[in-house]
C-alpha cells in the first residue's frame, strides 16, 4: 500500500496552482489507509484568492488526480469532502483500499499536463472533440462545461477576455503576488520548486529582456500612463484569438463545494484536452475578480476599471449562456507551435508526510 500511496501522492501534486503556488499539505497514513488533504492559506496570499476560491479550485485539481490515480494503480477511493466541520482548511479525506487496477484515458496525461501562454495555430476542431471536452466533466454532478468554436464569437471573447491580463498590470497587489511567483532563472526554479519560471511565460527574446524592470511597480505605474497594461491585455487578446475554441467552467452554486468541485471539473478538461494533444490555457483572474465586485470588495481599483470587468463579465457570460451559474474559468485551446516540453518540466513540492 505505501508504494501505491507514493504513486497517487506523485500524481496529486501535479495538479494545476494560481501562478503555481501550491497551497497544499497532503498527510497520508499507510496504516489508516487514507490521504488528508490540507488548505495552506500563506502559500497563496494573492489578491485574487478572495475567500480561498482560487485555492479551493487547485485542490478541486488535486483531488481529481487522486482519484484518477487511483483508480489506475489500482486503488478503490473514497471522497468525503470537508471532513471536520471545525477546520474548514481540511480540504478533503481520501480514504485508500486495494482494487483492481481500471483502466483511465486521462491518467497519462497528468504527468504531461501543462500551461502554455504562447499563441497557438488556429484549427478547425471537430464536433466530436469538442463533445469529448465537454463530457470529460460530465461525472461531477456540481459542474458543466461550455466550449465554443464559431469565429464570431470566438473573435468577441478575444477581445473581452484582453482584460483579464490587462487588470494584473493595473493593481499593486495582483502585481506584487505575480512577480514574487517568477522564478527569473534554473538555480532559483530548482531552488524553490514552485513558481512560473520566465521561461513558461509566453514572452519572447526582446520581451525576455525588458520583462525584469517589470517587477517594479513604480515602473509599471508610471508606464501605465502611455499605455503599458493596455498593450499587455491587447497580447493576451491576440493570444485567445488565435485558440481554436475558448471554454468555461460553470458551477451550480458559490459554495466552498462547488468551487473545490469546479476544480475537479477544469482538471478533467484539462487532462482531455492534453489527451488530444491540444495546448491549453486556463483564464481565471476575471472570474475570480468577478467574486470580488459581487461581494463588493473591488478595493484598488477604480470605478471606471470595475465597470470594465463588470461589463467584460457579463458579456463573456452571455455569449456562453451561464445563466445563473458562477462561472470558476474560462480556457483557451489549439496547437502549440512551440515545444510543450519547454512547459512541462515543472517543479513540484513534495508536500506530503507518509509514515
Not at 497520508?28 to 487514507?34: D, F, I, K, V
Not at 483511465?104 to 504562447?118: E, M, Q
Not at 476542431?125 to 464570431?152: N, W
Not at 478595493?299 to 463573456?316: L, M, N, P, R, Y
Request: net charge neutral; with cysteine; hydrophobic share 40%.
Amino acid at each position: 500500500m505505501k508504494t501505491k500511496l507514493e504513486k497517487i501522492i506523485a500524481a496529486a501534486i501535479r495538479a494545476p496552482s494560481g501562478d503555481n503556488a501550491q497551497p497544499w499539505k497532503l498527510i497520508a497514513s499507510e496504516t489508516q489507509g487514507c490521504i488528508d488533504i490540507y488548505n495552506m492559506p500563506e502559500r497563496d496570499s494573492s489578491y485574487l484568492n478572495y475567500q480561498q476560491f482560487a485555492s479551493l479550485i487547485a485542490h478541486g485539481a488535486l483531488i481529481e488526480n487522486i482519484l484518477i490515480a487511483g483508480r489506475a494503480i489500482g486503488c478503490a477511493i473514497k471522497l468525503i469532502i470537508f471532513p471536520d466541520v471545525n477546520d474548514a482548511n481540511h480540504i478533503a479525506r481520501c480514504e485508500v483500499s486495494e482494487h483492481a487496477p481500471e483502466l483511465d484515458p486521462l491518467y497519462d496525461s497528468i504527468f504531461k499536463r501543462c500551461t502554455n501562454r504562447n499563441r497557438y495555430r488556429s484549427f478547425d476542431m471537430s464536433e466530436e472533440q469538442r463533445q469529448s471536452l465537454k463530457c470529460a466533466a460530465d461525472c461531477i454532478k456540481e459542474a458543466s462545461v461550455g466550449v465554443i468554436t464559431d469565429s464570431s464569437s470566438r473573435k468577441r471573447l478575444a477581445w473581452l477576455l484582453r482584460s483579464n491580463d490587462q487588470m494584473v498590470f493595473e493593481h499593486k497587489d495582483i502585481h506584487a503576488f505575480l512577480f514574487s511567483q517568477i522564478r527569473w532563472n534554473q538555480k532559483e526554479v530548482t531552488e524553490s520548486c514552485d513558481g512560473m519560471p520566465l521561461t513558461s511565460l509566453g514572452i519572447d527574446v526582446v520581451e525576455a529582456h525588458i520583462f525584469p524592470m517589470f517587477r517594479f511597480w513604480s515602473v509599471v505605474n508610471a508606464l501605465n500612463s502611455v499605455g503599458l497594461s493596455k498593450i499587455i491585455g491587447l497580447k493576451g487578446g491576440l493570444n485567445c484569438r488565435s485558440a481554436s475554441a475558448l471554454g468555461v467552467i460553470k458551477v451550480d452554486r458559490r459554495t466552498p463545494e462547488s468551487f473545490v468541485a469546479g476544480g475537479r471539473a477544469l482538471e478533467r478538461v484539462w487532462l482531455e484536452a492534453t489527451r488530444q494533444q491540444l495546448a491549453f490555457q486556463p483564464v481565471v483572474g476575471l472570474p475570480l475578480l468577478m467574486q470580488r465586485l459581487v461581494d463588493g470588495r473591488l478595493d484598488g481599483f477604480s470605478a471606471k476599471q470595475k465597470k470594465i470587468i463588470e461589463v467584460a463579465s457579463q458579456e463573456i457570460n452571455n455569449i456562453f449562456g451561464v445563466d445563473d451559474k458562477t462561472v470558476i474559468a474560462y480556457f483557451r485551446m489549439g496547437i502549440s507551435t512551440s515545444d510543450p516540453e519547454q512547459f512541462t518540466k515543472r517543479q513540484c513540492k513534495y508536500a506530503a508526510v507518509l509514515d
